[in-house]
């Protein structure tokens, strides 16, 4: 600090050693050029203050902490107390149920409940009546649990949050597109990912995939903003690219993403890029078709539209150390040639299911453990093909108050 008594010293040096004056009145400048500065911060933070941008702020990030925790609260039913009232005793947790959510580029969104005591191996779930692509693309699927919150993302960037419950369910044995829910576009934009995200809070990335393989990694406090701001951005640099995945992460994790021909580019999240970078090489007529995170799933299941299940232990998928890579082929060049492609792939075990939409309109749901075994989609040499696949898990069974949860639940 400059006070009287430190004056009074340089005065007494530049009176004894008149040549210490240039190097004292240099260091007062710059002494007096840093509490200007300072002092110019704290006025702006004072006139930010006075017209409440301050207090905006403060306010959104509130807003934002208060929607996670009513996300984190439905996922355990609203059963988390934050005050000393938790010393009630606790209820029963009610059965979870699970929803099939179906959607086009257009917009339009099929729910249908599935509750778990109905769900059995090669069972029709659901069916459509009539068309099933009614826009000329094939629709995507999610099974996800009915108390989850969705990330509605088109290809523009922008953003809308809809919990599952919002979008009406629907008999699931007479699907009609005259009946769906509509997520509306703007102007020509498409809807191109559907994300579960009650969760996302304990994840410290989300990874955005584009179809023609670039990546950009964002950090998990940067989501929940563009969420608030109902925009994350296209994750594109050519005009012909589109958003195609978006993975919630950790630091630790390892993210994976395979194309419609059958390469897999694999790499951990840590050394993704957070600025848009292109990590695989695709050909002219290939693209993305599924992004995921391998977590400690000891396999690899990927279906093709001809009815296989093509199983990999996860550990023969290999490391990709650089990008722009071609990535590893799971298909022979001679299958490729003969037209065989990838509708979906996925990290599993032996206690998760799959779900494959078929040509004929029906859902059919497959005990993972099944597939192993039999490495098929289809039953013999049925004419069908399957059209669009994903995996799911059951939800864990409801514990009785003092005892602990049984394991499971959607991933």
């Known amino acids: 600090m400059i006070n009287p008594d430190k004056i009074e010293e340089w005065m007494r040096e530049v ?21 200007t500065r300072r002092n110019e911060e704290l006025r702006a933070e004072n006139i930010a203050l006075v017209s409440e941008k301050k207090v905006e702020e403060y306010e959104s990030r509130i807003a934002t902490l208060e929607y996670q925790l009513e996300l984190l609260k439905r996922q355990v039913s609203g059963d988390v107390a934050l005050t000393p009232e938790a010393a009630r005793p606790a209820r029963p947790a009610a059965a979870e149920t699970l929803s099939l959510v179906v959607y086009t580029p257009g917009g339009l969104v099929l729910r249908v409940e599935l509750p778990p005591e109905e769900i059995a191996s090669s069972a029709v779930l659901a069916n459509f009546r009539g068309v099933i692509a009614p826009e000329g693309a094939l629709p995507g699927l999610l099974v996800t649990s009915t108390q989850e919150e969705l990330l509605f993302v088109f290809d523009t960037g ?33 809807l191109a990912v559907v994300l579960p995200i009650s969760r996302m809070s304990l994840y410290e990335f989300c990874v955005q995939t584009s179809r023609k393989g670039f990546v950009k990694k964002i950090r998990e406090p940067a989501l929940e903003t563009y969420i608030a701001n109902a ?18 992460s950790s630091k630790t994790d390892r993210f994976v993403m395979v194309s419609q021909q059958g390469f897999f580019f694999s790499m951990e999240v840590d050394r993704l890029p957070v600025a848009i ?20 799933k000891p396999s690899l299941i990927i279906a093709t539209q001809t009815g ?104």
Request: net charge negative; charged share 20%.
């Open 15 to 35: 009176e004894q050693r008149p040549s210490s004056a240039p190097l004292i009145i240099r260091y007062i400048a710059s002494r007096l050029e840093e509490l």
């Open 231 to 248: 925009y994350l951005g296209t994750g594109v640099i050519q005009r012909s690219d589109k958003m195609c995945g978006l993975a919630l």
């Open 308 to 411: 296989k299940a093509v199983l990999r232990d996860a550990a023969w998928l290999e490391h990709s150390t650089s990008f722009k890579t071609k990535g590893q082929p799971v298909l022979s060049r001679e299958r490729r040639d003969s037209g065989v492609r990838i509708v979906g792939a996925a990290a599993v075990d032996e206690n998760d299911w799959g779900l494959a939409l078929k040509s004929d309109g029906d859902f059919v749901a497959y005990k993972m453990s099944d597939l192993f075994g039999t490495g098929s989609l289809l039953p013999g040499q049925a004419p069908a093909q399957i059209l669009a696949f994903t995996t799911f898990r059951l939800p864990a069974a409801p514990a009785m108050p003092g005892q602990p949860p049984t394991p499971g639940g959607v991933r």
């Open 277 to 296: 970078e292109e990590v695989m090489r695709l050909d002219t007529g290939d693209h993305v078709v599924s992004s995921f995170i391998l977590g400690k």
């Open 158 to 190: 922008r953003t809308a949050a809809q919990p599952v419950i919002g979008i009406p369910a629907l008999d699931p044995h007479n699907l009609d597109w005259q009946q769906a829910f509509l997520q509306e576009p703007r102007a020509s934009e498409e």
